[in-house]
């Protein structure tokens, strides 16, 4: 019983867990401080959000600011429920193809021998220090010789493929065993009938997380409306939201933005909070030799 | 015996049949993922290395010129040497291997609690890095806003320490620093989800016969058990810090609201990148910045594998 205070991952309290308290709840509310403190501005009407000295705390909580942000439209006359629309399907659309895309590329990395397979698998290794900003020209010149200018597909097509994804997949498919895979073709089933029925089912933590970080990154992108995309129609919402804030010396932007914010936040939350145990589950597959 | 022969058979018969359509499968189903991989992540690369050579304003056709961009970036450029390089630096090595050590301090300690109140904690923690560059911009820009309704100017000034608001944003003494507040902020990403995995799913018996050996404390604990057992997860997280770290500077534009940065205080090389490339259109000067981002990046990345591999 001794040694209960001092194990990782601890079935009871012990009061020796107590200095780990004192230390991660106060870090924890840093964190999420940010996170209160826009959930907050978001429902103050317009003078608590003037108030001198300000408060933290809203006071009477409005939908104001959420029903002026609902009936705004940009400057050029794009309600803001265009880009709302567009951020939806863009990002629907992300997600489920790159999971497409990622599982296939990891099922033949991980499950097939050819002769380039180990090659592919550390170019890829390397391509996790790939860092996209600094690439933002030569993209921009493919996506302009490419006629993908002013095309939704800009949004879409640069982000399917994700060399974390496919590492996290290609990992967590190694420990499906080769047994299984084979006394399905045994049976008879072809390629696309073992991953469909026997493979995705039994990576899908693996596709979930994979989903959520293409959730995140497609959800906040700015880059496609910013560089790519000059018809206004065609925007999406975080590049609305970013725009709404830039011009936000107008009295009612701030609270619209803080509004703004908090839809932009919602949805990332929720879908980690309800995949959470996945995403967990698919890290402790993420050695990297 | 004969049914496992026949097996054996069938299963060789299977493979030799297979094999223009084991070929195909294998064709069909990477074709995607490495078509969309040539053409925004491997091309982009090769362009920009391609590009850095030469003279590029978009208007006419690239001129090659060798290394001249290089040089040029290394011995004339003085907001480069003067700002930017060492503002970089700064930003990367506090950001990276703080957020890192951060991140493994951090999950450490969760990992020596009950599994409920970790997963609050570990989503609280977590929160920062998934809500992106446009809701960061928001929140901290509200929060240090330079006029009164600025929530720290106005906490500042109710408890007296200041008597009239600080233009925390545009003043190169504070700018900065709040790049580096914010950056540790949302820097316990991927990496620290790896980590407080990996730390969960060491084997508990190595612990027990760890204490049997003779290992007196906590600190003796992580470092002849803890970090040998999941340095795989160690090197992701380190890969994925630094990765971090460079990615993220497009902070000091969106806080301050303007490239350059005022006094260029906040300026990093991905500022410096757009500002040649998108605002004065010297393409190939910027990819040539580009270049030297990517090869920092991989430098820092050979280093974490040097420390963490196998070998």
Known sequence: MAFQGTKINPKRFDKSQLKFYFFLIPMALFMVLPVVYIINQAFKPLDELFMFPPRFFVIKPTFQNFSDLWRTSSTTGV??????????????????????????????????????????????????????????????????QTGLTDNFLAHILPALAMPVGLFLVKQFMDQVPDAVIEAARLDGANDWQILNKIVIPLVRPALATVGILTFQVSWNATEASSLYITNETLKNFAFYLSSLTNASNSIAGVGMAAAAGLIMFLPNLLIFILLQSKVMNTMSHSGMK | ???????????????????????????????????????????????????????????????????????????????????????????????GPGGYFLSFFLAWMLAQIQVKPRTILALAIYTPSMVGGVFIAVVWRTLFSGNEAGYINALLIQWGWITKPIQFLQDPAFLMNIMIVVGLWSAMGIGFLAMLAGIINTNEELYEAA?????????????????????????????????????????????????????????????????????????????AISVALLLMVWGFSKLAYRLFSDR
Request: no cysteine; net charge positive; glycine share 6%.
């Open chain 2, 211 to 287: 204490y049997i050996d003779g290992i007196k404390n906590k600190f003796q604990e992580v470092i002849y058990i803890t970090i040998p057992s999941m340095h795989s997860q160690m090197l992701f997280g380190a890969v994925m810090a630094i990765v971090g770290a460079f990615n993220s500077g497009w902070i000091g534009v969106a806080l301050s609201g303007s490239n350059p940065t005022p006094q260029y205080a906040g300026q990093l090389i991905i500022n410096h990148i757009e500002d040649y490339g998108f605002q004065r259109y010297e393409m190939g000067y910027a990819a």
């Open chain 2, 1 to 95: 015996m004969t049914q496992a022969r026949q097996l054996m058979n069938q299963l060789a018969r299977k493979k030799e049949n297979g094999t223009l359509g084991e070929w195909l499968a294998i064709f069909w189903l990477l074709l995607p993922y490495a078509l969309m991989f040539s053409l925004f992540v491997a091309i982009p690369v090769a362009f920009a290395i391609g590009l850095s050579l030469t003279y590029f304003n978009s208007i006419q056709l690239p001129e090659f010129q060798g290394l001249l961009n290089y040089i040029t970036l290394l011995t004339q450029d003085e907001i480069f040497l003067k700002y930017v390089l060492p503002n970089t630096f700064k930003y990367s090595l506090i950001v």
């Open chain 1, 79 to 144: 309600p803001m429920t265009r880009y709302l629309f567009n951020s939806i399907v863009a990002t629907s659309l992300t997600v489920f193809l790159t999971i497409m895309v990622t599982a296939g590329a990891g099922y033949v990395l991980s499950k097939k021998t050819f002769k380039a397979k180990n090659w592919l698998f550390s170019v890829n290794q390397l391509a996790l220090m790939f860092v996209p900003i600094a690439v933002a020209i030569p993209r921009y010149l493919i996506i302009k």
